[in-house]
């Protein structure tokens, strides 16, 4: 998906089927710039959901790479599945789920009693280019790889 940018990424509460948003905000992620973090119910679980938002495949490929250094965990292996995203790592046992799609890092995590992460991740319907995606955001695609700036919400 090097050829999509997503710009503006934000959760309305409707992307994850059988969770409810409990909230969400930006919080600063030091080296990372901004993230988007969000809480979900799911039963009695919890599962958080990071999102970083690269101005490219490659910055979102970059910043993965280093959300797995500060992970720190020899047991996070790649995962390969198309489902997820471009590049997809999996803690064993559903821990956690680290994975980038287009100019996008997405982090799913057990916050309390998850049943499964990885559930989470695939159930989000907020997938560029998917017949049942719900994501609002603003999807285009960049043949001649622009900055951010150069384009516009419109």
């Known amino acids: 998906m090097d ?9 309305f ?16 992620g030091d080296k990372l710039g ?9 039963g009695d679980g919890l599962v958080a959901i990071d999102v970083l938002e690269g101005d490219s495949a490659d ?3 970059q910043a993965l790479q280093q959300v797995l250094r500060d992970v720190q965990s020899p047991l996070v292996v790649r ?9 997809a790592y999996a803690a064993p046992g559903g821990g956690g789920v680290y994975f980038a799609r287009a100019n996008l890092v997405m982090i ?27 994501c ?13 700036s150069s384009v516009l919400f419109g």
């Not at 285009?140 to 790889?145: A, I, Q």
């Open 3 to 11: 050829d999509l940018l997503i710009l503006g990424f934000r959760f």
């Open 13 to 28: 509460g409707h992307e994850v089927p059988g969770a409810r948003l409990e909230r969400a905000r930006y919080i600063d």
């Open 34 to 42: 901004p993230v988007l973090r969000s809480m979900w119910r799911r």
């Open 59 to 61: 910055d979102a490929e």
């Open 79 to 87: 995962t390969e599945t198309a489902d997820l995203g471009d590049t």
């Open 108 to 134: 799913v995590r057990d916050a309390g009693d998850a049943a499964s992460v990885l559930d989470a991740a695939r159930a989000g319907r907020c997938h560029p280019r998917s017949a049942e995606s719900t």
């Open 136 to 148: 609002p955001t603003r999807v285009r695609s960049t043949s001649t790889s622009p900055t951010r």
